[in-house]
């Protein structure tokens, strides 16, 4: 499973979202030039986010977006789902439906995949992507 540009920046927007949680709105300027992604794209992604309801945003020139539940609270199977559409990794295990599913030798491994993606990307949350993070740098966040 190879995911897409859009998913992977979309959860680098996130990710800078979460950073500045209850500090107020980002503008996605500001996003763009920190994650070095144009700011056009990222106009694309977020109409997605928005849309879900993971983001939310302000108008005005003290605007910009805001993840609307505690980064703790956002999976990054939840949003990769919302970027990428399915993230199953063949068809016969989205779907459940498969004309040589009594034959099939392959799909018990199709079907492993698929829950072990499930847990991995359920169990990680924006605020699982800070703290390791800030592990990895050695800077210490703190979430008030």
């Not at 927007?13 to 996605?28: C, D, I, K, M, S």
Request: net charge neutral; charged share 25%; with cysteine.
């Amino acid at each position: 499973m190879k995911l897409s540009t859009r998913s992977r920046y979309g959860l680098r927007l996130l990710y800078r979202l979460a950073l500045n949680y209850e500090r107020g709105p980002v503008q996605l300027s500001d996003i763009a030039q920190k994650e070095d992604i144009s700011e056009k794209y990222l106009g694309q992604i977020i109409i997605q986010l928005r849309s879900s309801g993971i983001v939310g945003s302000v108008r005005g020139p003290q605007g910009g977006y805001y993840l609307t539940r505690h980064p703790a609270q956002v999976t990054v199977m939840e949003a990769l789902t919302v970027l990428e559409g399915s993230l199953h990794p063949v068809e016969c295990v989205e779907t459940g439906r498969c004309g040589r599913a009594g034959e099939c030798g392959t799909r018990w491994i199709w079907e492993m995949l698929n829950q072990r993606i499930t847990e991995t990307l359920t169990g990680i949350t924006l605020e699982d992507m800070i703290d390791w993070r800030g592990r990895e740098t050695g800077a210490a966040t703190y979430i008030i």
